[in-house]
């Protein structure tokens, strides 16, 4: 689901627990931080940059760009403009998704280039390259969304799990 679906479905009470990108929250939503990751330059592979370990981001000025949507509740697209613009340029926009995999899919197929979670490493798809900036890049976080009203002893026990589990994974990628 993306994000405004699962916060409806949280809303509705069709799912007990979300994984969102931190934002403001409304009241009857409490939320944990798990973790934060930087975004990576995903290149379709083959590309001219791809021999390169870092990449500048003002090299991608002129390349076609493959971007988050912007939608409400949506945040990546912001991040990904944001960096951009303070780099020195606005990138070129030929298609947008709503979704890292549909991202790194779009990317895979050729049709340009993306600034994409470190995470998106873990989708292995074919025809994707994924190197790490030049400059120091945004951090993207990671977070569970609830019910406020929601004291399921199993809710507890999937957070506490979650928390655990992000723990170790930031611990075995520092």
């Given at each position: 689901l993306t994000l405004p679906q699962q916060f409806a479905?949280?809303?509705?009470?069709?799912?007990?627990?979300g994984f969102v990108r931190?934002?403001?929250?409304?009241?009857?939503?409490?939320?944990?931080?798990?973790?934060?990751?930087p975004l990576?330059?995903?290149?379709?592979?083959?590309h001219p940059f791809s021999k390169n370990r870092r990449i500048r981001a003002l090299a991608l000025a002129r390349e076609p760009f493959v971007?988050?949507?912007?939608a409400p509740g949506l945040v990546l697209h912001d991040i990904v403009l944001r960096f951009c613009l303070q780099q020195g340029f606005t990138p070129r926009v030929v298609q947008e998704a709503s979704q890292t995999h549909a991202v790194v899919g779009l990317v895979s197929a050729g049709i340009g280039v993306a600034l994409v979670p470190s995470s998106a490493q873990e989708i292995r798809l074919r025809g994707v390259e994924l190197r790490s900036l030049a400059e120091r890049p945004p951090q993207v976080g990671t977070a569970l969304a609830w019910r406020s009203d929601d004291n399921s002893p199993a809710l507890q026990a999937f957070i506490a799990t979650a928390k655990s589990v992000a723990r170790r994974r930031q611990s075995a990628q520092a």
């Amino acid at each position: 689901l993306t994000l405004p679906q699962q916060f409806a479905a949280l809303e509705k009470g069709d799912i007990h627990i979300g994984f969102v990108r931190p934002q403001p929250m409304e009241a009857e939503f409490s939320s944990v931080l798990l973790m934060q990751e930087p975004l990576m330059v995903a290149l379709p592979a083959g590309h001219p940059f791809s021999k390169n370990r870092r990449i500048r981001a003002l090299a991608l000025a002129r390349e076609p760009f493959v971007m988050f949507q912007r939608a409400p509740g949506l945040v990546l697209h912001d991040i990904v403009l944001r960096f951009c613009l303070q780099q020195g340029f606005t990138p070129r926009v030929v298609q947008e998704a709503s979704q890292t995999h549909a991202v790194v899919g779009l990317v895979s197929a050729g049709i340009g280039v993306a600034l994409v979670p470190s995470s998106a490493q873990e989708i292995r798809l074919r025809g994707v390259e994924l190197r790490s900036l030049a400059e120091r890049p945004p951090q993207v976080g990671t977070a569970l969304a609830w019910r406020s009203d929601d004291n399921s002893p199993a809710l507890q026990a999937f957070i506490a799990t979650a928390k655990s589990v992000a723990r170790r994974r930031q611990s075995a990628q520092a």
